[in-house]
């Protein structure tokens, strides 16, 4: 445990593949959180052949339940001693409903319950291992929210047309900012930064249950379109640049870390605080069953 250790959501592909890689040139420790044990192995091979000499674990669990994103983050909490940067980059865009065995909107399970009870179970281990980071990937897509009611809008699981869906989407992504910025007032800077960025437009995981997503991926990567790169030297920049070492609260842009507003209606301390207090409360109803 002699080099600084990071874990990663969402790394077996996509963006966080790219940051996990980067990170492991950088010389960390590498732990993933991965559903699909065949794609972590494959990420470990590449792992390794990014770095010789790389460290990597791979933690098994589905995101999308909440009874998992805990377990999973007292089993990471149980095998390092400390940790110095967690990044939620764990993602989906449901085009149609799906509901969790839970009772939540995938999307909303995804996107920021599973984030936010993987970063609780993390905390004390982050504080106790200060100065440590957390990066929060969020989207532009925030802009697209709409309204924001935080009771009714977490525990929203009615259907839904892919015309809708990008509101919806937008919704879950200006939680994880709102989410960012209040766990940030919470946890003093000088033992955990809390940051969240909008990675830009990437190719990569695009549209996963969109038809011709294939076909469109191939189209744009031939046009230079969506450099996933970009998206994840956002991500790494936040995790790792000294220049953001102090940082906290903020939201940050792929196009030069740029600082964003959170997007309104999500902007304020009061509806920040109330959609903390209302997601305490519904997961810890989920407690209770």
Not at 162 to 179: C, D, F, P, V
Not at 252 to 277: I, K, M, N
Request: net charge positive.
């Amino acid at each position: 445990m002699d080099r600084p250790i990071a874990v990663i959501t969402g790394a077996t592909s996509g963006l966080g593949r790219l940051a996990a890689l980067e990170l492991a040139r950088g010389g960390y420790r590498i732990g993933v959180v991965a559903r699909s044990r065949s794609k972590a192995d494959t990420l470990l091979g590449e792992l390794r052949e990014a770095a010789a000499d790389i460290q990597a674990d791979v933690f098994h669990a589905d995101l999308a339940l909440v009874s998992q994103a805990r377990r999973v983050g007292e089993e990471i909490a149980a095998r390092y001693p400390r940790l110095d940067l967690l990044v939620n980059n764990a993602g989906v865009h449901a085009f149609s409903q799906r509901v969790t065995p839970e009772g939540f909107a995938e999307m909303t399970a995804v996107n920021y319950l599973g984030p936010f009870a993987l970063t609780a179970a993390l905390t004390e281990t982050l504080l106790a291992s200060g100065p440590a980071r957390i990066v929060n990937v969020a989207s532009e897509a925030a802009r697209q929210a709409g309204t924001l009611s935080p009771g009714p809008d977490l525990r929203r699981t009615s259907s839904y047309t892919r015309r809708e869906s990008m509101a919806l989407y937008g919704r879950t992504k200006l939680m994880t900012i709102m989410w960012t910025q209040e766990l940030a007032r919470r946890l003093a800077p000088s033992e955990v930064t809390v940051n969240c960025c909008d990675p830009g437009f990437n190719t990569t995981g695009l549209g996963r249950d969109l038809p011709g997503a294939a076909l469109l991926r191939r189209v744009l990567h031939t046009l230079r379109v969506g450099d996933p790169r970009k998206g994840a030297g956002i991500i790494v920049r936040l995790a790792t640049s000294p220049a953001f070492a102090d940082t906290t609260g903020g939201y940050f842009s792929v196009r030069d870390a740029t600082a964003l507003e959170c997007p309104e209606p999500g902007r304020s301390e009061r509806v920040q605080g109330e959609l903390w207090a209302e997601t305490v409360t519904l997961l810890s109803g989920l407690d209770a069953q």
